[in-house]
């Protein structure tokens, strides 16, 4: 039996068990029977949470690229890699075959050369979901540059922020992309972005729209022309297991977004293992994730993951409302559709649009239907589970995050019973654990608490990108010897775990990972703004949406709130991105204090949740008077 591909739910347990009882065989054994080393590995695992330092295959030397490319060009050098659909229905999609992918990457890795782009650099690559995308990251790997993907939905300010933080030397963009019926002027986010950043000595240009942008001398290159000299040839650079392959931000509950690094040979193995595990893929299936390659879910389930297994990944350049919001539907019908991997979020905003959106098309291809990023809900999974997959496709609802690289807890298909709203067990490997509020186990069933791993797994972040210290700060001095995850959970009668949500101050909007203290920096810039406080309040779309606090200073200036409200958003969306902005804005005269000045955000988002029948004890406030003033002042 093959630990690599799981059938049935006694082989779940039989393997889940023996990957726990002795996790260093399971993983080698995997690392072994499935990939492409150069050399082999000294040593399977060493770890220390309290470091922390984790190491996987230390001293196996490989390329995630021939693993991901050159091992397929024998046997399915024809077969589609990626499958690219253009956010026009009219245009033409795109078939890109292994072999093209092949001299394509190649192509691409030799111009970085070309630019003096070596092993250990780091480029940030800020593009729209075009074929380029998922090229620049794999060229980048061939030649062990690091690549730093921003999501292009990112502002100026956030992007120059990333860029600095890892000091990446290029940056890879694009003139523009598509985006619905709007064109977005990508190339001018970076200019204005590179007023900021020193340390970028060359941007690297690929064309999408047809507009005139400014090229600046000296730094400014259009990469077509590069490309079309390049040699089709380019040799892999032999990467250390435990060389950084990449680094990605995400939120966190204070200031600077993290820069989470990943490492090269436990981010492949455990990829490829969850991808063909999670989505029971066989070949000739064709896998289609809608999230951004600016996304983890991308990084490893448009381009790692399925291309590690050698599968047909699709790639869309679109959004789900145009031309209509049939569009996903449509090219589930168009591309014949296998495996199809979304957001609550996108389901629920389809869910309110006419079912004959969905009906108008043939769906009699899905096998499984996935979902990722926060919490599904029963109305949302039942439409989903009733429109889309009509009964017989299982819903996989896949628990984790940019910190653990790969899915943890999730159904595997037509192996797992599924439970609306429950990622359900724990992948192999994967030791999850609650702890209550001082650090104690919680054994038993019917049972919840703060969500915890106990035990290293072969995709884990291995650091915050320059910053140690805030890496075990944030993930390992919550509890000891336990990475904590920053939710809660709970655990049912049978072991299932639900995922609760957040317990720190990171919000989920629309599946958008977002800290309120970067917001909170935002809306403190407006000048007329003294104090801010953002928590999150339930939306039917968007899962969560956000509401703000802000004390305005007495400058006695007249000021017309609803513009002041649009400057604060405007502020926001420069600042971080239009994702960000607040949905509701309510002027205060004060905020809930602890003595020592903290704000008790738990009593504002309780009021922004309509839940004032157990605000809890206000007696402990500084200024227990400002609570009933902001509940008399509420906004619906
Ligand atoms: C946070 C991580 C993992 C890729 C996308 C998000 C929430 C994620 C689920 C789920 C409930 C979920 C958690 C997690 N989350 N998946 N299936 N059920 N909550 O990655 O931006 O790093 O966000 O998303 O709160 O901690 P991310």
Known sequence: ?????????????????????????????????????????????????????????????????????DRHLRIRGDKTAILFEPNDPKEAAEHISYKELYKRVNKFANVLKSQGIKKGDRVCIYLPMIPELAISVLACARIGAIHSVVFAGFSSSALATRINDSSCKMVITSDGGFRGNKTINLKSIVDEALLKTPCVETVLVAKRIKSTIEMKEGRDVWLQPLLDKADEECEIEVMDAEDPLFILYTSGSTGMPKGMMHTTGGYMVYTAFTFKNVFQYRENDIFWCTADIGWITGHSYIVYGPLLNGATTVMFEGVPSYPDFGRFWEIVDKHKVSQFYT????????????????????????????????????????????????????????????ETGGIMISPIPFVTPTKPTYATLPMPGIQPTLLDENGKEITGNQVDGRLCIKFPWPSMARTIWGNHDRYRETYFSAFENMYFTGDGALRDEVGY????????????????????????????????????????????????????????????EYRDHTNLRKEINQIITEHIGPIAKLDKIQFTVGLPKTRSGKIMRRILRKIACDEIGNLGDTSTLLNPEVVQEIIDNKID
């Not at 990939?35 to 995630?64: M, Q, Y």
């Not at 007329?528 to 779309?541: K, L, N, Q, R």
């Open 343 to 402: 957001a609550p979020t996108a389901i629920r905003a389809l869910g309110k649009e006419s079912v004959d959106f969905v009906e108008k098309y043939d769906l009699s291809s899905l096998k499984t239907l996935g979902s990722v990023g926060e919490p599904i809900n029963e109305e949302a999974w039942h439409w989903y589970n009733d429109n889309i997959g009509k009964k017989k496709c299982p819903i996989v609802d896949t628990w984790w995050q940019t």
């Open 497 to 556: 775990y639900r995922i609760t949500g957040r317990v720190d101050d990171v919000i989920i909007v629309s599946g958008h990972n977002l800290g309120t203290a970067p917001i909170e920096d935002a809306v403190n810039e407006h000048p007329a703004v003294a104090e801010s406080a953002i928590v999150g309040f339930p939306h039917d779309v968007k899962g969560n949406a956000l509401y703000g606090f802000v004390i305005l200073k007495e400058t006695g």
């Open 1 to 69: 039996m093959s630990n690599y591909h799981i059938k049935n739910f006694e082989e779940y347990f039989h393997v889940y068990r023996k990957s726990i009882r002795n996790p260093e065989n399971f993983w080698e054994e995997v690392a072994e029977e499935h990939f492409l080393w150069r050399k082999r590995w000294d040593n399977v695992l060493s770890w220390d949470f309290k470091k922390p330092e984790v190491k996987w295959f230390e001293g196996g030397k490989l390329n995630i690229t021939e693993n991901c490319i």
